[in-house]
C-alpha cells in the first residue's frame, strides 16, 4: 500500500516541487544581494560625486579661511545634505575638527573613522561606522594652491540604504511568488498526466509488472506480437518468432513489418488495424489461427496486438477427417448404386433373361475393374491412388467425368504421401467445384508426372475458366470463385509449392476451361519428409 501511496507521478511531483522552492528561493535571494550590491555600488558612487562637489565649491575654501568656519559651512553642509538625499555632510580641518554635521553637538569635536588617503591628496570610500551608525562615506581633499585646507565627508548610512531595498521587497516577492505558482501549476499537471499514463502505479509495482509479464510473454504458449501506430514491430515473444520463423538471435524490435518477411496474409491482416477473430494465416510450413485486437487508451488507437496458434496438427487431422467422411460418402453412393444393379440383374434373373444379366454385370465390373487398373497401373503410390480412385466416385455421383491421364506415372518414395494428397485432392475439388455448375460435358483430368528431378500435377477441367487478371490471386488464402467459399484449397497448395521451393502456374486461364500445373522438385538427398495432407476448398 506505501508504494501506491507515493506512485511516480507523486513522487516526481514531490520533487519538482522541492527543485523548484530551491531554484526559486536561491533566485530570490540571489536577486536580493544583487540588489543590495547595485544600491550600495549607487551610493558609493553618489556619495563621492557630492563630496567632490563640495569640496570644489570656491566658498567652501574662502569659509575654512575664515575666523569662524562653522558659521558658514554647517548652513551650507546642511542644505547640501537635503538637497541630495544624502545622511550627512560633513567638512573638517586637516586635524579632524568638524565645521558642519547634521546633529549640531557634534560640530567642533572631531571626525571618527578613517581620512589617511584624503590627507594625501587622494579621495576614497569606505564603508565605517560613525556616529550615525554604519554608513558608506566618501571622503574628499579641500584643496588650496594645491595644499590640502580641509576635508569633506558625504556618507548615505546602511539604515538607509536597506530601508530603499525593503521597499522593493514587495516587487521581488511577487515575482517570486508568480514564479513560485507557474512552476507548481505546470509540476502538477505534468504529474496528472503522468498518473493517467502509468495508472497511479509506484516504480516497485511496475517493476513487479514488467517481470510477472516478461515471464509471461517468454512462458505463454501463444505466439504474442505487438505492432505500434507507425506499423512497426514493438514486441515478440519466443513462441511468436518459432511460428513466424524469426529467429531467437535477430534484432527485430523497431523494424517495419513489411520487412520481417511475413506472410503476405498476416502482413495485411496487421496493416488493416482491424479486429479479427480466429483468422486462419498459411505460412510455409504451419496454419495459424490469428487473433488481432486494436490498442487504444482514451484516444486513437496506438497499434495492434495480434495472438497466433500453431493449428498445423489439428488443421491436418481435420483435412484428414474431410477427406475420409468425402470417401466414406462415396462409398455409400457406390454401394447404394450397387445395390440398385444387384436388384436389377436378379429382377433380370427371376424374369428368365438370365444373359442380358450376365451381360448388364459384366460390363459394369469392366468398366471399374478398368479405372482401377489405370489408376493402380499408373500411380504407384497406394495413398494417392486410393484418393484418386474416390474421387472418381465422387465426381461420377456429380455428373463429372473424372480421367487419369494415361500417361500419368509415380513411383513410391518420391514425395511425402501427405504433401501429395494435400496437392492433388485441393486441386481436384477445385476442378470438380468450377465444372460442377457448368453445362455438360463435364470433365475433369488428372495427370501426375515425374520427371527432370521434380513431381509435376497437373489438373484441367471444361468449367468457365479463371479469369486472367485473378490468376495471381487463385493461390492467396480467402480467394474464391464461389460466393460463399473460404477460398482455402489452392492456398494449401500454394503453401506446400513454397515449402518446397517449387512453382504453380495456370496454363490457359480464361474462357474454355482452366489447367493449373503444380511442380514440385524433389529433394536432394535423404529419405522424404512426413506430412499430413490438407484438403479445403
Given at each position: 500500500m506505501a508504494g501506491r501511496k507515493w506512485s511516480i507521478a507523486?513522487?516526481?511531483?514531490?520533487?519538482?516541487?522541492?527543485?523548484?522552492?530551491?531554484?526559486?528561493?536561491?533566485?530570490?535571494?540571489?536577486?536580493?544581494?544583487?540588489?543590495?550590491?547595485?544600491?550600495?555600488?549607487?551610493?558609493?558612487?553618489?556619495?563621492?560625486?557630492?563630496?567632490?562637489?563640495v569640496a570644489r565649491t570656491p566658498g567652501v575654501v574662502e569659509a575654512l579661511r575664515s575666523p569662524d568656519p562653522a558659521a558658514v559651512l554647517a548652513p551650507y553642509a546642511e542644505s547640501v545634505r537635503a538637497g541630495t538625499d544624502t545622511d550627512f555632510v560633513v567638512v573638517m580641518a586637516p586635524d579632524r575638527t568638524r565645521y558642519a554635521h547634521p546633529d549640531p553637538t557634534q560640530i567642533g569635536r572631531r571626525f571618527i573613522g578613517e581620512i589617511g588617503p584624503a590627507l594625501s591628496g587622494r579621495p576614497f570610500v569606505v564603508v565605517n561606522t560613525g556616529t550615525l551608525g554604519e554608513s558608506v562615506r566618501a571622503v574628499v581633499p579641500v584643496r588650496d594652491a594645491g595644499a590640502v585646507v580641509g576635508l569633506v565627508s558625504v556618507g548615505i548610512t546602511t539604515a538607509t540604504i536597506n530601508h530603499e531595498l525593503l521597499g522593493q521587497a514587495p516587487a521581488l516577492l511577487a515575482a517570486t511568488g508568480a514564479a513560485l505558482a507557474l512552476a507548481g501549476t505546470g509540476s502538477w499537471q505534468l504529474s496528472r498526466r503522468l498518473r493517467r499514463q502509468t495508472h497511479g502505479l509506484g516504480p516497485a509495482q511496475i517493476t513487479r509488472m514488467y517481470e510477472y509479464h516478461d515471464a509471461v510473454l517468454h512462458s505463454v504458449g501463444e505466439g504474442l506480437v505487438v505492432v505500434d501506430a507507425d506499423r512497426r514491430l514493438a514486441l515478440v515473444n519466443d513462441e511468436g518468432r518459432r511460428l513466424l520463423g524469426?529467429?531467437?538471435?535477430?534484432?527485430?524490435?523497431?523494424?517495419?513489418?513489411?520487412?520481417?518477411?511475413?506472410?503476405?496474409?498476416?502482413?495485411?491482416?496487421?496493416?488493416?488495424?482491424?479486429?479479427?477473430?480466429?483468422?486462419?494465416?498459411?505460412?510455409?510450413?504451419?496454419?495459424?489461427?490469428?487473433?488481432?485486437?486494436?490498442?487504444?487508451?482514451?484516444?486513437?488507437?496506438?497499434?495492434?496486438?495480434?495472438?497466433?496458434?500453431?493449428?498445423?496438427?489439428?488443421?491436418?487431422?481435420?483435412?484428414?477427417?474431410?477427406?475420409?467422411?468425402?470417401?466414406?460418402?462415396?462409398?455409400?453412393?457406390?454401394?447404394?448404386?450397387?445395390?440398385?444393379?444387384?436388384?436389377?440383374?436378379?429382377?433380370?434373373?427371376?424374369?428368365?433373361?438370365?444373359?442380358?444379366?450376365?451381360?448388364?454385370?459384366?460390363?459394369?465390373?469392366?468398366?471399374?475393374?478398368?479405372?482401377?487398373?489405370?489408376?493402380?497401373?499408373?500411380?504407384?503410390?497406394?495413398?494417392?491412388?486410393?484418393?484418386?480412385?474416390?474421387?472418381?466416385?465422387?465426381?461420377?455421383?456429380?455428373?463429372?467425368?473424372?480421367?487419369?491421364?494415361?500417361?500419368?506415372?509415380?513411383?513410391?518414395?518420391?514425395?511425402?504421401?501427405?504433401?501429395?494428397?494435400?496437392?492433388?485432392?485441393?486441386?481436384?475439388?477445385?476442378a470438380l467445384e468450377a465444372v460442377a455448375a457448368g453445362e455438360p460435358p463435364r470433365r475433369v483430368r488428372v495427370r501426375v508426372t515425374e520427371a527432370a528431378g521434380e513431381v509435376v500435377v497437373e489438373v484441367s477441367d471444361s468449367g468457365p475458366g479463371l479469369p486472367p487478371e485473378r490468376v495471381a490471386d487463385a493461390f492467396r488464402r480467402g480467394w474464391s470463385?464461389?460466393?460463399?467459399?473460404?477460398?482455402?484449397?489452392?492456398?494449401?497448395?500454394?503453401?506446400?509449392?513454397?515449402?518446397?521451393?517449387?512453382?504453380?502456374?495456370?496454363?490457359?486461364?480464361?474462357?474454355?476451361?482452366?489447367?493449373?500445373?503444380?511442380r514440385l522438385p524433389l529433394p536432394a538427398a535423404g529419405p522424404a519428409r512426413t506430412s499430413s495432407g490438407e484438403h479445403g476448398s
Open positions: 507523486g513522487q516526481l511531483f514531490a520533487l519538482q516541487v522541492l527543485v523548484v522552492v530551491v531554484l526559486v528561493t536561491a533566485g530570490g535571494v540571489g536577486a536580493a544581494l544583487l540588489a543590495r550590491a547595485d544600491a550600495t555600488e549607487a551610493a558609493r558612487e553618489h556619495v563621492l560625486a557630492v563630496a567632490e562637489t524469426l529467429g531467437p538471435g535477430t534484432d527485430l524490435v523497431d523494424r517495419p513489418v513489411t520487412d520481417l518477411g511475413l506472410p503476405p496474409a498476416l502482413v495485411e491482416l496487421i496493416l488493416s488495424g482491424q479486429a479479427a477473430h480466429d483468422e486462419l494465416i498459411l505460412t510455409a510450413d504451419r496454419s495459424l489461427v490469428a487473433n488481432q485486437r486494436p490498442t487504444a487508451f482514451g484516444g486513437p488507437p496506438h497499434g495492434v496486438v495480434l495472438t497466433l496458434r500453431d493449428h498445423t496438427e489439428l488443421r491436418a487431422l481435420t483435412s484428414e477427417l474431410d477427406s475420409v467422411r468425402g470417401l466414406t460418402e462415396a462409398l455409400r453412393s457406390q454401394a447404394h448404386e450397387a445395390a440398385n444393379r444387384l436388384h436389377t440383374v436378379l429382377t433380370l434373373v427371376e424374369l428368365g433373361r438370365a444373359d442380358e444379366a450376365v451381360r448388364l454385370a459384366s460390363d459394369e465390373l469392366a468398366i471399374a475393374q478398368q479405372l482401377t487398373d489405370q489408376v493402380v497401373g499408373a500411380i504407384a503410390e497406394p495413398a494417392l491412388a486410393a484418393l484418386l480412385l474416390g474421387k472418381s466416385a465422387q465426381a461420377a455421383e456429380r455428373g463429372v467425368e473424372l480421367a487419369v491421364d494415361p500417361d500419368s506415372r509415380l513411383d513410391v518414395d518420391t514425395l511425402p504421401a501427405g504433401d501429395l494428397l494435400t496437392v492433388v485432392g485441393n486441386l481436384v475439388d477445385n470463385t464461389k460466393a460463399s467459399g473460404r477460398g482455402l484449397g489452392l492456398a494449401l497448395v500454394g503453401q506446400v509449392v513454397a515449402r518446397y521451393g517449387g512453382r504453380h502456374e495456370v496454363v490457359h486461364p480464361g474462357p474454355g476451361g482452366t489447367v493449373l500445373r503444380v
